[in-house]
Nanobody, 116 residues
Framework: QVQLVESGGGLVQAGGSLRLSCAAS??????NAWFRQAPGKEREFVAA???????YYSDSVKGRFTISRDNAKNTVNLQMNSLKPEDTAVYYC????????????WGQGTQVTVSS
């Protein structure tokens, strides 16, 4: 059974940092990603990492966030620096098995709140 479990969310002041982790169990994936959803807004893509290590970022987080993979622990991390109030959202870990556009598995989400 595949499970994705996020951790590391919390409350931080603007300009601070947080590190999110997504622990995966059950299988390996072709791509892992982070999405976020702020109150009243649609879910949006944040960052992704492929099985070969290629990384992708939304323009809003490029240069501030870093996605990485720890293969030994089967975790995917999102280091978030220079946080802004507009980064406040529930952050979701997602994983894809094949090469399609849709993600097959999702975590339960972790809250990130950035105070001004």
């Amino acid at each position: 059974q595949v499970q994705l479990v996020e951790s590391g969310g919390g409350l931080v002041q603007a300009g601070g940092s947080l590190r999110l982790s997504c622990a995966a169990s059950g299988r390996t994936f072709s791509r892992n990603a982070w999405f976020r959803q702020a109150p009243g807004k649609e879910r949006e893509f944040v960052a992704a990492i492929s099985s070969s290590g290629g990384t992708y970022y939304s323009d809003s987080v490029k240069g501030r966030f870093t996605i990485s993979r720890d293969n030994a622990k089967n975790t995917v991390n999102l280091q978030m620096n220079s946080l802004k109030p507009e980064d406040t959202a529930v952050y979701y870990c997602a994983a894809r098995v094949g090469v399609g556009l849709e993600y097959d598995y999702w975590g339960q989400g972790t809250q990130v709140t950035v105070s001004s």
